[in-house]
């Protein structure tokens, strides 16, 4: 973000710490809770925003080096992921070119081949084809019509983008929107990924993204957690499109005050947070940024997965792992290593733990009983308040890009 923008957002903030305002639509919405039930209209949101939609896999860190390589399998079909020996990362579905069986296993590592379980047909990790043992007895296979299957991909301002359908066109200009400038601005390239959390629970994914709508609760819901260090019901809010940003102070920003204006960073006194529709929140902290990215479970719109992708600055590595032993010279190559080890730095383990908790233990248990309030169909409306401006719009978003009606005004 230009720091224009971000002193501008400073100001802002302060100025309704002072006023005690917080942001208002000027309007309050009810939304229906059929939304997170209907089982029908889970099928059409698994078809529209995750089979045939562009999907956020991660940060270039994810795929650190020549070789590396990830797994996944959030949006109903296997993917494999790799960084080329030529630094270009591909996808493809993991699926073997003979009989069709998963070819790369585990997780995420490093590996310049790729060998199938079953009868060992080989591709390097650019997808080709390269070995068939038996070949003479199998028969003859032209093994450059036989490579992996490529899906599309691409890596822009440091994020890993691909389409889940082979004949999908990925269209990152729409995606990103204005906030594309912004976005690259972050320079999400320089990170280092720190292991991911998965959290699977009982509450529709829409749920899950609802929590991240608004900050009245943070007094209230977080008063032992995030409300130590933030100032609730405070929020600078702007749309983009379908996405928005949505910032909020923390309470550090009471000791910006005190600093000339020209050395004010965003970072240091607020928390930013970007939602890309349809399903991603980018959280970005000072020295840390935590990207949560939300999955229906395709078999029951009553349940939903959330990937939680955690990534730290070079600086703020260096800064933990010095003062925590591992010297006083922690290099690029140092930071890389320490990032692979999950025990490595207690203190970097400990903010992760935080941000997973409340997500988990907090914000997420709210969710599961709003689900089983949806689910008695008894309760046919939750509301929204005219602070609540992200919920507003994301809903009407998702309402309009499903072809349905707006949401209804509520009057009181
Ligand atoms: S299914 Fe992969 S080698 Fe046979
Ligand atoms: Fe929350």
């Known amino acids: 973000m230009e720091k224009p923008t971000q002193i501008r957002i400073l100001k802002d903030l302060m100025r309704m710490l002072d006023a005690k305002e917080n942001v208002d639509a000027g309007v309050m919405y009810r939304n229906p809770t059929s939304v997170y039930t209907c089982p029908d209209l889970a099928a059409r949101e698994w078809r529209t925003f995750f089979k045939g939609h562009t999907q956020l896999i991660g940060l270039s860190s994810d795929l650190p080096k020549p070789g590396s390589y990830l797994t996944l399998d ?12 030529d630094g270009t990362c591909r996808a493809f579905l993991n699926v073997c070119r003979h009989r069709g069986v998963q070819v790369a296993q585990g997780e995420k590592g490093t590996q310049s081949a790729f060998s199938c379980p079953f009868h060992q047909w080989t591709y390097s990790n650019q997808g080709d084809l390269i070995a068939i043992p038996d070949e003479q007895q199998f028969g003859e296979i032209d093994k450059s019509c036989h490579g992996l299957i490529a899906l599309p991909m691409e890596e822009r301002h440091g994020m890993l983008w691909l389409h889940p359908d082979t004949d999908g066109v990925m269209n990152l200009e729409n995606m990103l929107g204005a906030l594309q400038p912004e976005l690259a601005n972050w320079k999400f390239e320089n990170l280092v990924a720190m ?37 609730a019901s405070c929020l600078n809010y702007e749309t983009f499109g379908r996405n ?32 890309l529709f349809p399903n991603i929140q980018f959280i970005i902290g000072n020295g840390s940024i935590n990207i949560v990215c939300l999955y229906p479970d395709p078999e029951d719109p009553n349940r939903s997965i959330s990937k939680i992708n955690h990534y730290f600055t070079k600086g703020a590595i260096a800064a933990a792992a010095e003062i ?7 290099t690029s190559e140092t930071v890389y290593e320490i990032s692979q080890s999950d025990t490595g730095i207690p203190s970097l383990n400990a903010i992760k733990e935080v941000f997973n908790s409340t997500i988990e233990q907090e914000d997420y248990l709210m969710g599961e009983t709003t689900q089983r309030a949806a689910e008695t169909g008894m309760m046919e409306h939750i509301i929204f308040g005219r602070n609540e401006p992200a919920l507003h719009h994301y809903h009407q978003t998702f309402r309009a890009a499903l072809q349905m009606p707006p949401l209804e005004e509520m009057s009181g």
């Open 74 to 85: 959030d949006f109903g079909v296997p993917v494999l992921a790799t960084r080329g020996k």
């Open 244 to 275: 928005h940003r949505f910032v909020f102070p923390r309470r550090m920003i009471d000791e910006l005050r005190q600093t000339p204006e020209a050395d004010w960073r965003l970072t240091d006194g607020a928390t930013t947070l970007y939602f």
């Open 195 to 231: 292991g991911q959390t998965t959290i699977a629970m009982r509450l529709n994914w829409k749920l899950a993204n609802d929590t991240f709508g608004e900050t009245n609760h943070f007094d209230k819901l977080h008063k032992n957690t995030l409300g130590r260090i933030t100032h």
């Open 324 to 330: 925590e032993g591992h010297g006083d010279n922690v």
